[in-house]
């Protein structure tokens, strides 16, 4: 376990922000986890999962602890189901490959979603109509304020739309060291009904698609629309889609009759906020190195050398914009660190 001081942190964040570690130690194993919690001397300490959906608006002070902790074990299996156990520094989308290729069913909708698995619980990943807590059965997390370990089951965990406790009354509080995710074997149940999932398996005259078939249709979706953290630096979306009243979509369709909305029950619709922020004349703009990428107006890129600062003011300027225009505060889904 090797502590280094002033490390760069623009290879651990997904946006590619050149923030600093005052101190930074990579641990292998809970012990060395607990070891590094219990080091004296540090003003904090800070801990740097996949670092896929923080904005670094200046350096951390004191030690960040990068979660490396690696492996995938069959925890229990029967007929129809397995129990598989990931490590918190497993790449998410690894992972998800490893299901599908093993023919593990229930994480495929998820396949490129950056990250690592220990964080995918906090903000209960989503995308084409699967969320993570369909397949969660339960994980391991480090007390912080007394350094034991205990196991979550999902009830505990109060999964919402991108939410949980590790968002809210226990935010700080836990440290996922790995999840348990519970998958089908067989008779899989397949979604292929949300967004352009089905088109795309159309297209590629797959009538009965394999587990694997959903990952790739996934995997070609999502490179049309999102950018690739490598080559452009970005946290995937970077507000929530807003709740609002039905009522009030009926003002904003006055204006706006082609609005589209999610109907989400007690009279209440989601609003895309891509949508949003294109109608608001975001999409696509730039501000120096950082911007609105021109393919999916929810996701703010760094095109290169940007700083936390820079890509927050685009996304005061959005939240202005929307706000004006539509009367709505858009809500970051990603962590702000200042
Ligand atoms: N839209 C626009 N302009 C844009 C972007 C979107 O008009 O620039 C419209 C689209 O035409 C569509 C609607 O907004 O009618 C929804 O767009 P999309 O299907 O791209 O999904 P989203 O609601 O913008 C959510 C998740 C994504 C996830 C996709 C697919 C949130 C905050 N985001 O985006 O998650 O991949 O659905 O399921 O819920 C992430 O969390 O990082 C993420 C990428």
Redesign the pocket.
């Known amino acids: 376990m090797q502590i280094t001081p002033d490390f760069s942190l623009k290879n651990h964040n997904t946006f590619g922000i050149d923030a600093k570690a005052e101190f930074f130690v990579s641990v292998q194993t809970v012990e060395e986890l607990t070891h590094a919690l219990n080091l004296p001397g540090y003003s904090q300490k800070f801990i740097l999962g996949g670092g896929s ?1 923080m904005l670094l608006k200046k350096n951390i002070k004191g030690l960040v602890i990068n979660l490396n902790l690696k492996g995938i074990t069959v925890e229990e299996e029967d007929e129809n189901h397995v129990w598989l156990r990931a490590a918190a520094g497993e790449n998410w989308h690894e992972f998800v490959m490893y299901c599908v290729g093993n023919n593990y069913g229930g994480v495929e909708n998820l396949a490129l ?2 990250g690592n698995v220990g964080t995918s619980p906090v ?1 209960n ?5 699967v969320e993570l807590k369909d397949s969660f059965e339960s994980c391991e997390v480090v007390d912080r304020t007394t350094l034991e370990t205990r196991t979550l089951s999902k009830a505990a965990c109060n999964f919402g ?2 939410d949980s406790i590790f968002k809210n009354e226990d935010k700080g509080r836990y440290i996922i060291t790995s999840v348990l995710f519970k998958l089908t074997k067989r008779d899989h149940e397949l979604r292929t009904s ?2 352009a999932i089905q088109q795309t398996l159309d297209a590629l005259g797959i009538d009965e698609p394999t587990l694997v078939d959903i990952a790739n249709a996934v995997i070609y979706i ?1 490179q049309q ?2 950018p690739d953290p490598k080559k452009i630096g970005n ?3 970077f ?3 807003p709740v609002v009243a039905r009522n009030y979509l009926g003002t904003i369709q006055k204006n706006h009759p082609d609005a ?1 909305f999610y109907e989400m029950g007690d009279d209440l619709v989601k609003i ?4 949003l ?3 608001a004349g975001f ?1 696509g703009k730039r501000f120096g190195q950082a911007g609105v ?1 021109d ?5 703010l890129v760094n095109h290169g050398g940007a700083t936390g600062d820079e890509v927050w003011k685009v996304a005061l300027e959005v939240q202005q914009a929307v706000q004006k225009e539509f009367g709505i505060l858009l809500q970051p ?1 990603v962590n702000i660190i200042e």
């Open positions: 959906n979603i950056p903000q990943i989503g995308a084409y109509g739309y991108r949300y967004g999502r629309k999102l946290s995937g979306s507000f929530k889609n589209p895309p906020a891509g949508w922020i294109e109608r999409k990428h393919r999916q107006a929810l996701v889904e």
